[in-house]
Every structure is written in structure tokens, then in C-alpha cells.
């Protein structure tokens, strides 16, 4: 039977679950696939939140990156419901779901879900060039960040991989009142984000694995 929310943040806690955004890691992107001791049938969720609603995912840009805009000449702006607040861009959760696995079995991946930020995103321009990033959606059982992506007001892609997103320097689940807060994944850019970019902006500078900044995501938990 799935846990209610208060016992899924018990367990989260108690150090037995890595959930969420905050939660991707390398070792979470194999493919789910069945196994001797959970197969696609049979596995049941440990935990499950089956409609998130928010509250925020923000990343603390790092200073690298708003080195690496300056050298590039590229200016950032906020789209939608976005807000840029302290050297952070934080884009509001408006769905999702996520079912947490036993990772102690072979099931995998044992984070499962998506969380949606629709209505929000961000732009870099450089004299008449523009790209737009919007619509993010994070997969945390391949530890990527999707979103559409326009150049100069036209649409280039939708739902393209922008982000890799590694967990290996995440901090202990925290609760804060009826929300809870998990911080530390590394955003890194994407190959296939590295490419658009740097075809768009006419430079080989935008490289695979730029360190973007530190996601802290906020939840509710009622």
C-alpha cells in the first residue's frame, strides 16, 4: 500500500529516501526494468506523491556561469511566472507526481516521475539574437531537465534535454513547516543544449557539463 505524505517525509528524514529533482544522481539512469525482485507488475512504490502542487525549484546560479554570460556578452532575462531573487532563478512547480522505489531492490530507476513548471523559464540575448527556455520538466529517473526552446520568437524545439542534473552533493531532506526542501543537485548544461546555444550565438565557448548552478526544490506536503 503507498505511504501517506507525512510517512513519506518521515522516511525521507530518517536518511532512507532521495527524492525529487534534488534527488537525481548518475547512478539513477538506467532504464526501469524488471528484475528478479520487482518486476514491472509486481514493484509497489515505498512512498508516493501523486499530484505535486509546489512549490518552487530554484537554482542558485553559480558565479562561473554569470562569469562565463559576461565573457559571452549574453544577457539573462525571466519569462512568465519565473523571478530572478538573489542570484537565484526560481520557476514555480505547477504539477508532477513522483513514486519512490525500494533502492535496495533492483528495480530501477527508484525515483520515478515528473515535475512540471509550466507558464515560466528564461532567456539569454545577445545584440539582435534571443533564445527563450520555458515549460521545464524534470524527469527524475533520468536525471534530466526538458523544456521548449525558441530562437528569435520562433520555436526550435519542444521538450528539448537542456540540463543534466547530478545528485551526488545533495544535502539531507529539511522540513520547514508544511513544506519540504531539499538542496545541493548540480545543473549542468546539456550537450544538446551546449550545440543550440553555441550555433545561435556563433561561438564554441558554451561547453557540455557547464556548471550552471545549485537546484534547491520546495514541495508541499499537504
Do not use: W
Request: hydrophobic share 40%.
Amino acid at each position: 500500500m503507498r505511504t501517506s505524505i507525512k510517512t513519506f517525509l518521515g522516511a525521507a528524514a530518517a536518511g532512507s529516501l532521495m527524492f525529487s529533482l534534488a534527488a537525481c544522481s548518475p547512478a539513477n539512469n538506467a532504464p526501469a526494468t524488471p528484475s528478479s525482485s520487482a518486476s514491472a507488475e509486481t514493484a509497489k512504490p515505498l512512498a508516493s506523491i501523486p499530484a505535486l502542487t509546489g512549490t518552487s525549484t530554484a537554482v542558485k546560479l553559480d558565479a562561473s556561469f554569470a562569469k562565463a554570460l559576461e565573457t559571452l556578452k549574453l544577457t539573462p532575462g525571466v519569462i512568465g511566472t519565473a523571478a530572478l531573487t538573489d542570484g537565484s532563478l526560481v520557476f514555480p512547480i505547477t504539477g508532477g507526481k513522483v513514486d519512490y522505489y525500494d533502492p535496495s531492490k533492483d528495480y530501477r530507476p527508484y525515483v520515478q516521475g515528473l515535475i512540471s513548471h509550466a507558464g515560466s523559464g528564461f532567456s539569454l540575448t545577445s545584440g539582435d539574437a534571443k533564445v527563450d527556455l520555458t515549460n521545464f520538466t524534470i524527469d527524475p529517473g533520468t536525471s534530466k531537465l526538458y523544456g521548449d526552446v525558441a530562437v528569435n520568437g520562433t520555436t526550435a524545439a519542444k521538450q528539448a534535454y537542456i540540463f543534466n542534473l547530478d545528485g551526488s552533493t545533495l544535502k539531507p531532506l529539511q522540513k520547514s513547516g508544511d513544506t519540504a526542501v531539499l538542496e545541493g543537485t548540480r545543473v549542468l548544461i546539456s550537450d544538446t543544449a551546449a550545440g543550440l546555444l553555441n550555433k545561435t550565438f556563433k561561438t564554441d565557448a558554451v561547453k557540455a557539463g557547464m556548471l550552471v548552478g545549485i537546484a534547491k526544490i520546495t514541495v508541499n506536503t499537504k
